[in-house]
C-alpha cells in the first residue's frame, strides 16, 4: 500500500479556484484529462488499496479515499468531472481518465489548508506536482496525520438483534472505534485480507477482497488500548463480533501469523482477562 497525493487539477494554479472537488467524491472516481502520456498514464502506477489524498491548489486535502482498482486505460470524451469547455483546451486529445475510488474521508467542508501541511512538512510554498504524485520523503507524517483525521469516533452501534428480557431493558454496545486508521489498513495488507482465526476473506467484485481490523484492547471507553500494529487482527466479520463481544478467547499459538506481523501478547491477555466472557465466571 503506497500513498499519494491527487491534484485534482494542477493547472487551476494559474487561474480561478474551481472548487468542484464534491463531483468526484459523490461518484466515488478520480479523473485527469488531456494528452494520455503526460496525464493519463499517471493511473497506471496505482494499485488496488492505494490511498489517494485529494489536492485542491490553494485549498489543500479535501479527501482521502482508497483506489478500487487497477486503471483499464480508457479514454473517455463523455466527461464527469472536466467541462465541455475544458475538455476542447486539452493538448493531446479532448480526452478524461478515470479510476474508481472509495473517499472514505470527506474534508471538503473543513480541508487541510496549505499554510497547515506547510507548518506540519516543513515546507516553503508546498504545492503537489503532477496529477498523481507518490508521497515518499512525508509517508509516516501523512499516516499520522490521516490517524488524527479519523480519530474523532462514531457513536457506538447499539446491538439490536440480541434478545433483551421481557422484564427489562438490556443496552448492548460494541467495544470497537468505527473507524480504519493506517495500521489497521497496513495489518490487513500484511495478510492479504485473510481472517487470522479462519482464513476466511470476503471475495468482492472486481477481485478485491474484504476484512475487518480488530484492537483486541479496544481503543474507546475504560480500555485505552493503543493503536499499535500489536493490538490488531485481521479478521472476518464473524469473528470480529465474536470478539467484541467477548464470545471467544484469544490464542497466540493459534493465529495465522505472517511476515512484518506479529501480535503482543500482553493485549491478548488483557482481552482473555477483561473480555473474554469466561465460563468459570
Same mark, same amino acid.
Given at each position: 500500500?503506497?500513498?499519494?497525493?491527487?491534484?485534482?487539477?494542477?493547472?487551476?494554479?494559474?487561474g480561478p479556484?474551481?472548487?468542484?472537488?464534491?463531483?468526484p467524491?459523490d461518484?466515488?472516481?478520480?479523473?485527469v484529462?488531456?494528452?494520455?502520456?503526460?496525464?493519463?498514464?499517471?493511473f497506471?502506477?496505482l494499485?488496488?488499496?492505494d490511498?489517494?489524498?485529494m489536492?485542491?491548489?490553494?485549498v489543500?486535502v479535501?479527501?482521502?479515499g482508497?483506489v478500487?482498482?487497477r486503471?483499464d486505460?480508457?479514454?473517455?470524451?463523455?466527461p464527469?468531472?472536466y467541462?465541455?469547455?475544458?475538455?476542447g483546451?486539452?493538448?493531446?486529445?479532448?480526452?478524461?481518465?478515470?479510476?474508481?475510488?472509495e473517499?472514505?474521508?470527506?474534508?471538503s467542508?473543513?480541508?487541510?489548508?496549505?499554510?497547515?501541511l506547510r507548518?506540519?512538512f516543513?515546507?516553503?510554498?508546498?504545492?503537489?506536482?503532477?496529477?498523481?504524485?507518490k508521497?515518499?520523503?512525508y509517508r509516516a507524517?501523512?499516516?499520522?496525520m490521516?490517524?488524527?483525521?479519523?480519530a474523532?469516533?462514531?457513536?457506538?452501534r447499539?446491538?439490536?438483534d440480541?434478545?433483551a428480557?421481557a422484564s427489562?431493558?438490556?443496552e448492548?454496545?460494541t467495544?470497537r472505534i $468505527?473507524r480504519?486508521?493506517?495500521k489497521a489498513?497496513?495489518?490487513?495488507?500484511?495478510h492479504v485480507?485473510?481472517?487470522?482465526?479462519?482464513?476466511?476473506?470476503?471475495?468482492?467484485?472486481?477481485?478485491?477482497?474484504?476484512?475487518?481490523?480488530?484492537?483486541?484492547?479496544?481503543?474507546?471507553?475504560?480500555?485505552?488500548?493503543?493503536?499499535?500494529?500489536?493490538?490488531? $487482527?485481521?479478521v472476518?466479520p464473524?469473528h470480529h463480533?465474536?470478539?467484541?463481544?467477548?464470545?471467544?478467547?484469544?490464542?497466540?499459538?493459534? $493465529?495465522?501469523?505472517?511476515?512484518?506481523?506479529?501480535v503482543?501478547p500482553?493485549?491478548?491477555?488483557?482481552h482473555?482477562?477483561?473480555i473474554?466472557?469466561?465460563k468459570?465466571e
Amino acid at each position: 500500500m503506497d500513498y499519494y497525493f491527487y491534484n485534482t487539477d494542477a493547472r487551476s494554479i494559474k487561474g480561478p479556484p474551481r472548487p468542484r472537488f464534491r463531483i468526484p467524491i459523490d461518484r466515488s472516481f478520480a479523473a485527469v484529462g488531456g494528452d494520455r502520456r503526460r496525464f493519463g498514464e499517471q493511473f497506471h502506477q496505482l494499485k488496488q488499496d492505494d490511498i489517494l489524498l485529494m489536492y485542491e491548489d490553494r485549498v489543500g486535502v479535501v479527501a482521502a479515499g482508497r483506489v478500487l482498482e487497477r486503471w483499464d486505460g480508457k479514454s473517455h470524451t463523455d466527461p464527469w468531472y472536466y467541462t465541455p469547455a475544458e475538455m476542447g483546451e486539452f493538448t493531446g486529445g479532448a480526452y478524461e481518465y478515470r479510476i474508481k475510488v472509495e473517499w472514505f474521508l470527506h474534508l471538503s467542508d473543513d480541508p487541510v489548508t496549505p499554510k497547515v501541511l506547510r507548518q506540519r512538512f516543513g515546507s516553503v510554498g508546498f504545492t503537489t506536482r503532477g496529477a498523481v504524485k507518490k508521497i515518499v520523503k512525508y509517508r509516516a507524517e501523512i499516516e499520522e496525520m490521516l490517524e488524527e483525521l479519523q480519530a474523532t469516533p462514531l457513536p457506538t452501534r447499539t446491538a439490536i438483534d440480541l434478545p433483551a428480557p421481557a422484564s427489562e431493558r438490556v443496552e448492548t454496545t460494541t467495544y470497537r472505534i $468505527l473507524r480504519d486508521t493506517a495500521k489497521a489498513l497496513y495489518v490487513k495488507e500484511l495478510h492479504v485480507y485473510q481472517c487470522q482465526i479462519c482464513g476466511h476473506t470476503i471475495e468482492l467484485p472486481g477481485g478485491r477482497r474484504y476484512a475487518e481490523a480488530h484492537h483486541i484492547q479496544p481503543l474507546g471507553g475504560s480500555h485505552n488500548g493503543p493503536d499499535l500494529i500489536g493490538n490488531i $487482527l485481521c479478521v472476518c466479520p464473524n469473528h470480529h463480533a465474536e470478539l467484541d463481544y467477548g464470545v471467544s478467547a484469544i490464542a497466540v499459538s493459534a $493465529l495465522r501469523s505472517t511476515r512484518g506481523h506479529a501480535v503482543d501478547p500482553q493485549y491478548v491477555q488483557y482481552h482473555n482477562r477483561f473480555i473474554y466472557n469466561s465460563k468459570d465466571e
